[in-house]
DNA sequence: CCGGAACGTCAATGGCGTTGGCATAAGGTG
DNA sequence: CACCTTATGCCAACGCCATTGACGTTCCGG
């Protein structure tokens, strides 16, 4: 038996649970949400989220196939608020920097989730309008195609790689967190400055600034490379890796 | 009781187990990269571990506190990997080029053990190596501490970024990596250009080259803004966001 | 008002990481 | 060689987890 699901549209009967919800395939995406944000990336398994629900458990499987398709729905509903209220016009510049930040954004909303998405392509409709509508940017401000397809590549796996690294840092267990960011304090700030000269002199600079995303920085130096090409068009970089 | 965990280095007496087989940091470490690698990502367990070490899975414990500082092993492993053979010397502009291929291949070598790892800090041998040998190649080329630092930042959180990104994908059972390529096809290639112009415009040159890495270009990006600051500085750009 | 399907619940399965207690063999010491 | 200490490997158990199949209840179309 291949675990039918009926859709969310064909889903007629309502019948309350035992402590009186009636749920729905939003309800449920948005409640798990929640506990992503509220009780951190531990917070959300089959049972809590039935517990949160005052479902049992089990009675999620009526509504996704598993915590994978739950997943997948929660991905969804990401982009779609990285692009709400987004709107089109004006400067190029100002635009990608707009959009790359609010899709950056909206992913560190919800760690957990932009973990398991970001490296995903889903092909819903929330994904193309942004691609159509950074496509549409970088070819309104003249590139020719492939200089726009080579940008719009860069820009789109940057801001999902940084995405997903600051995400991943967010989504650790608290004490990891805390544990990884002590290592630049007892770790690196404490290296001899005869074996390890470098690390040594700027040790403090290191503690300052390593917690922060470098996504901001990244994304000016891929928005001035731009310009640049458009000013005075140069050949691409040499041979990309295949992956 | 907090946990004792003798260090590799205080270990002596290696008794066998039941099995025959002599435990080390090192050969768990190895075994679980390998593991990694032919079972997937979901194919590490403690369990399956000891399984494949001959060993009980509670012995695992008396060399690592837990999963999470397994995997950090297993991420300085890889570091390592990618540092091995390496020369310092010579421009520093080609030195940070081979070092960011280099960490961005030793990572595409192993995607599963990629995904676990690149967002983790270890603080060990390898990863403190890697550190020091940028940041010897940003001041050494006369970039200032706070510039040094600024680049070396980017530079690393960038390119772990992609790699994580990257093995992501490879990391996916292949049936879910084959239908995220297909979506490029099946979907992006076939938008009407009365909704969609600019996707339509390019659609070919995206499916010709969204499955290529994004890395290479990143990392010119990255050198030649790096560069530009060296021959005349400037400012670094607008407050970098807190993660 | 009746039959079937949709739905929520229950109980159970087989996994997981992790822990505390226990037997033992390795190493230092004489 | 004999003794003692203790690091080490093993065992059994705990409390989680996702997932499933059977079962009874409730709702809707006819």
Same mark, same amino acid.
């Given at each position: 038996?291949?675990?039918?699901?009926?859709?969310?549209?064909?889903?007629?009967?309502?019948?309350?649970?035992?402590?009186?919800?009636?749920?729905?395939?939003?309800?449920?995406?948005?409640?798990?949400?929640?506990?992503?944000?509220?009780?951190?990336?531990?917070?959300?398994?089959?049972?809590?989220?039935?517990?949160?629900?005052?479902?049992?458990?089990?009675?999620?499987?009526?509504?996704?196939?598993?915590?994978?398709?739950?997943?997948?729905?929660?991905?969804?509903?990401?982009?779609?608020?990285?692009?709400?209220?987004?709107?089109?016009?004006?400067?190029?510049?100002?635009?990608?920097?707009?959009?790359?930040?609010?899709?950056?954004?909206?992913?560190?909303?919800?760690?957990?989730?932009?973990?398991?998405?970001?490296?995903?392509?889903?092909?819903? +409709?929330? $994904?193309?309008?942004? %691609?159509? !509508?950074?496509?549409? #940017?970088? &070819?309104?401000?003249?590139? =020719?195609?492939?200089?726009?397809?080579?940008?719009?590549?860069?820009?789109?796996?940057?801001?999902?790689?940084?995405?997903?690294?600051?995400?991943?840092?967010?989504?650790?267990?608290?004490?990891?967190?805390?544990?990884?960011?002590?290592?630049?304090?007892?770790?690196?700030?404490?290296?001899?400055?005869?074996?390890?000269?470098?690390?040594?002199?700027?040790?403090?600079?290191?503690?300052?600034?390593?917690?922060?995303?470098?996504?901001?920085? +990244?994304? $000016?130096?891929?928005? %001035?490379? !731009?310009?640049?090409? #458009?000013? &005075?068009?140069?050949?691409? =970089?040499?041979?990309?890796?295949?992956?």
């Amino acid at each position: 038996m291949p675990k039918p699901v009926v859709g969310e549209s064909a889903r007629r009967r309502r019948r309350p649970t035992k402590s009186g919800v009636v749920l729905s395939e939003g309800l449920i995406v948005r409640t798990a949400l929640r506990m992503l944000r509220e009780h951190g990336p531990a917070g959300l398994t089959v049972r809590r989220l039935g517990l949160a629900l005052g479902a049992d458990p089990s009675t999620l499987y009526r509504y996704f196939r598993g915590v994978d398709d739950l997943t997948l729905a929660i991905g969804d509903l990401l982009i779609g608020r990285a692009m709400d209220g987004w709107r089109g016009g004006g400067d190029w510049r100002a635009g990608l920097r707009d959009l790359g930040l609010r899709i950056h954004a909206a992913y560190l909303e919800h760690p957990q989730a932009a973990v398991l998405t970001a490296s995903r392509i889903s092909g819903k +409709a929330h $994904e193309i309008a942004a %691609d159509e !509508a950074i496509l549409g #940017l970088l &070819r309104g401000a003249g590139f =020719p195609d492939h200089e726009a397809v080579g940008v719009y590549h860069t820009f789109i796996d940057m801001t999902l790689a940084f995405a997903a690294l600051d995400a991943a840092s967010l989504a650790l267990p608290a004490e990891a967190r805390e544990a990884d960011e002590e290592i630049w304090r007892a770790t690196y700030a404490r290296l001899p400055r005869a074996t390890h000269p470098n690390i040594a002199a700027v040790a403090p600079l290191l503690v300052a600034h390593m917690n922060d995303s470098a996504y901001p920085a +990244a994304l $000016e130096m891929l928005l %001035d490379s !731009a310009a640049s090409r #458009l000013t &005075r068009p140069i050949s691409r =970089p040499a041979k990309p890796g295949q992956v």
